[in-house]
């Protein structure tokens, strides 16, 4: 069955610094992949998604994301965060090869912002 | 576009009693699922629809959990007999068909379950 893996479950990241939440998903064929975001007290929203071509997508809010096969990866990357990326982040997988409609989620990884 | 909508945004029950939860979902949207998130863990899938359908159920979901979407529209989710286990914020999104432009889930702002 697929699965995606969130390693982190905690990043502090000072504000302007780079940072990358890491993804790993259970190998498939062919798979879709999704970065969704949760600020507090909101629903969860989409960031950004890979569903095939160019393996490096950029999503809203100037986040981007590669997704790598061979390492079965999917990391997401901000070269500058704002006090405002403040959120939890979730990797999700869609495994069509398979016949199901479901997104499968991580944990997520809670992204904190430090001033 | 008014966005996903739940209702209640919060219930407090006790074990053993029956709960209902209502999703609507963005109107022209024609994919709703439910899912399930407790604290530390993402989003659990529970349940899909296409149109009334019901096309995809978790195998791990218990036989006292049901949804429904009677005319394609609007969900509800039942939870009969209560436990404390079945605390959590249940959430719904919905989708557009087929398409790269649709592969985006809207969610809803969830209803938060306590058990006592």
């Known amino acids: 069955a697929q699965s995606v893996t969130q390693l982190d479950s905690q990043v502090p990241v000072f504000e302007e610094a780079p940072v990358e939440l890491r993804c790993n998903y259970s190998s498939s064929v062919s798979v879709y992949l999704f970065w969704y975001v949760q600020y507090p007290n909101q629903g969860l929203q989409l960031l950004l998604k890979?569903?095939?071509?160019?393996?490096l997508v950029k999503g809203i809010n100037g986040f981007e994301a590669e997704f790598n096969k061979s390492q079965t990866s999917f990391h997401l990357r901000k070269p500058s965060v704002h006090i405002s990326d403040t959120a939890e982040y979730f990797c999700?997988?869609?495994?069509?090869?398979?016949?199901?409609?479901?997104?499968?989620f991580g944990t997520g990884t809670r992204l904190k912002v430090l001033a | 576009d008014t966005g996903v909508s739940q209702d209640p945004r919060h219930k407090i029950t006790k074990r053993g009693q029956n709960v209902t939860f209502r999703c609507d979902p963005i109107?022209?949207?024609?994919?709703l699922y439910w899912y399930r998130q407790t604290l530390g863990q993402g989003p659990e899938f529970l349940t899909y629809f296409q149109n009334e359908a019901q096309l995809e159920k978790s195998r791990l979901l218990s036989d006292r959990f049901s949804a429904e979407r009677p005319k394609g529209s609007f969900s509800t989710l039942e939870i009969q007999r209560t436990e404390q286990g079945d605390s959590a914020m249940y959430l719904c999104?919905?989708?557009?068909?087929?398409?790269?432009?649709?592969?985006?889930?809207?969610f809803g702002s969830g209803t938060q379950l306590s058990v006592l």
């Open positions: 999700a997988v869609s495994d069509r090869a398979s016949g199901t409609y479901k997104y499968i």
């Open positions: 109107s022209e949207h024609n994919r």
């Open positions: 999104a919905s989708r557009g068909d087929s398409g790269a432009t649709n592969e985006k889930l809207f």
């Open positions: 890979y569903l095939s071509g160019s393996t």
